[in-house]
């Protein structure tokens, strides 16, 4: 049996002598290049120069060392006779053991002093190959990448009398990939950043912008954040202000719920999203006259369009939680949509585009900081979504179910009574619900969400919580709501906190109480509780859906409360039959759905 040969070439030599003694006292002969062998020699252990079998100096300042057929061949070579017989023929001996680790890029790049050259000079490309090549043949080569694999490869090595096992080679092989992928992903992280991003001059751009530094992720004190794309470009780009982390968050998850909304219905859309779920979305569907007064655009001086009108829905569906919310447009920004965000107060926006005289209101919006990101409506994102909690890296095939009419068929309850106008609610509530924290019920009423129930661990507190906000939605349509007297100047913010106050029937005392009444001409007589329910009472016709099936009646019979004649959830509770039920019970037509829509 021919001698077995180690070729040693690192630039971390933590525990490489007592590795180099147990090989050569193994019988394995060494080779090394330049400082690795020096180390191993000073030790006085016998080791000789690759260069001894490469018949080639090391050159362009090391740059050059071991990449030869010499090396690489004796690394790459099967066990079968046809390769044994290509290293014959060119007096090549078979290497079976390669210990390799690679230059600091990371921490090269990570200090403060670190310029251009500095970073290059520090990309390996000798190690790289060796550790591939040798990762490539685990069939027959140990690669040993990290120097706390070296004592128990000797174990192993010398137990098994110099075959450590297939199982071993496979585990060093798997170390050594994930290290060059970790190693390839810092380089390109780092040329990303230099190289293509957005903030960069135009002069330095190399091509298309990938990436995006923010000011910092959820929160200040977590920093450095970013984002970035590893293929193509970025799919947005900024026209005004700095989007945070959270804005992305925000931005990217309404404007695939509005894009999937006038995929679905052929209306444009509009969402206004919160902390990563909508507190409204809608799509268009004209106003009438009280709707108007409702949502506050009763005096805009520019026609309502229709994606005006699906903004003014999606923003009024729950005025409280979209206060500094971010929002996503279907269509191109039309000046009449850009009027009524004018006035809001609010984070940011995303649309496929913008007309000039829209662009022009929303950049002079918070002092030219409003955020305004145009993305690219084509853009498709890959099917497979990956994210890190605690280190982990979870992974799944992107939600990108198809909701439409087809997802109502089955009707489980003796009234199937299920208008196209009841269609369309469902569909705006069902996929308002596939990006909205779960668990997640919905309300939808007109075309427009009317109460959500979001992030709740219990579903009839989605239930409740969804229809109380539909409640209130309702009551802000009271005629004695729309005459309230306010004084002249009440900021918007501050009638709609009035308004919440007013309908919600809060107890005010003290300096809260004076400050709320301090914002009408006069006395202001409350709603009784028996009007409210007179009102509410009013109410129907609303759709409701749920992210995943009712385990109990009791939000069928919520559901009733706030106006809801139809439902759609997911079959399989044992509770169904006791669902279906309460449902005839209330004379509601009930779609079991297949699909379940969590989402986190």
């Known amino acids: 049996m021919a001698q077995p040969i180690a070729l040693l070439s690192v630039y971390d030599k933590s525990n490489l002598i007592e590795l180099a003694q147990g090989l050569q006292k193994a019988g394995v002969r ?33 740059r050059v060392k071991t990449l030869h057929p010499a090396v690489h061949g004796g690394i790459l070579a099967r066990s079968i006779a046809s390769d044994e017989a290509d290293l014959k023929a060119q007096g090549i001996s078979p290497i079976s053991i390669v210990v390799c680790n690679l230059y600091p890029f990371e921490a090269t790049i990570s200090q403060p002093t670190c310029t251009l050259a500095n970073a290059v000079e520090e ?3 000798g190690g790289v190959t060796l550790l ?72 330095k751009l190399a091509g298309s912008v990938q990436r995006l530094t923010l000011r910092y992720g959820a929160n200040p004190h977590q920093k450095p954040a970013q984002a970035y794309v590893t293929d193509g470009e970025l799919p947005f780009k900024v026209l005004s202000g700095s989007p945070g982390y959270i804005n992305l968050l925000d931005a990217l998850n309404s404007y695939a719920l509005v894009k999937e909304l006038q995929e679905a ?16 979305a809608a799509v268009g569907v004209e106003l009438d006259e009280t709707e108007k007064k409702v949502y506050g655009v009763d005096d805009l001086k520019e026609p309502l369009t229709l994606l005006a ?136 009423y007109h075309g427009s969400l009317i109460g959500i129930g979001a992030g709740q661990q219990s579903r009839i507190h989605c239930t409740r919580l969804a229809g109380s906000k539909a409640d209130l939605w309702w009551l802000r349509h009271h005629p004695r709501v729309l005459a309230l007297p306010f004084k002249k100047g009440v900021k918007r913010a501050e009638k709609a906190n009035a308004i919440d106050l007013y309908v919600s029937g809060e107890e005010l005392e003290g300096g809260e109480k004076e400050q709320w009444e301090g914002l009408f001409e006069g006395p202001v007589v409350a709603l009784t509780g028996e009007e409210k329910n007179e009102w509410k009472g009013r109410l129907d016709g609303v759709a409701c859906s749920s992210d995943a099936f009712f385990p109990f009646p009791d939000n069928v019979h919520r559901a009733k409360k706030s106006g809801v004649k139809y439902l759609a959830a997911p079959g399989g509770s044992v509770m169904d039959e006791e669902c279906v039920k309460a449902a005839d019970e209330h004379g509601i037509v009930f779609a079991h759905t297949s699909l379940r829509l969590f989402h986190h």
């Open 132 to 203: 591939r090549a040798a990762a490539k043949n685990h069939e027959r080569v140990s690669i040993l990448s990290n120097p706390s694999d070296y004592a128990p490869f000797l174990k192993a090595f010398t137990d098994s009398q110099g075959d450590v096992g297939q199982a071993f080679r496979s585990g060093l092989a798997l170390k050594a990939f994930e290290q060059t992928a970790k190693y390839d992903e810092a380089i390109s992280g780092y040329f990303r950043e230099q190289y293509a991003s957005a903030e960069l001059p135009a002069d």
């Open 265 to 280: 219905l052929n209306l444009p859309a509009a969402a206004s999203f919160k902390h990563v779920s909508p507190a409204g």
């Open 30 to 62: 060494l080779l090394g290049s330049g400082g690795t062998a020096k180390k191993i020699r000073d030790a006085g252990i016998p080791i000789e120069d690759v260069s001894d079998i490469t018949k080639a100096p090391e050159m362009l300042g090391g």
């Open 309 to 444: 009108s699906a903004y003014a829905r999606a923003r009024g569906a729950d005025r409280m939680s979209s206060f500094g919310d971010f929002i996503a447009l279907s269509a191109p920004c039309d000046l009449a949509t850009a009027r009524i965000i004018s006035r809001e107060v609010s984070d940011g926006i995303i649309a496929p585009g913008y007309s000039p005289e829209a662009l022009d209101v929303l950049k002079k919006k918070k002092a030219g900081k409003y955020c305004v990101l145009e993305i690219d409506p084509s853009y498709t994102p890959p099917a497979i979504e990956t994210k890190q909690v605690y280190g982990i890296h979870l992974q799944q095939k992107r939600n990108d179910c198809k909701i439409g009419s087809e997802l109502f068929q089955n009707l489980v309850t003796k009234n199937k009574d299920l208008p196209p106008t009841a269609i369309t609610d469902l569909i705006v509530a069902t996929l308002s619900l596939k990006y909205t924290q779960s668990n997640s019920v919905a309300f939808a």
């Open 123 to 125: 990309i390996d490309i």
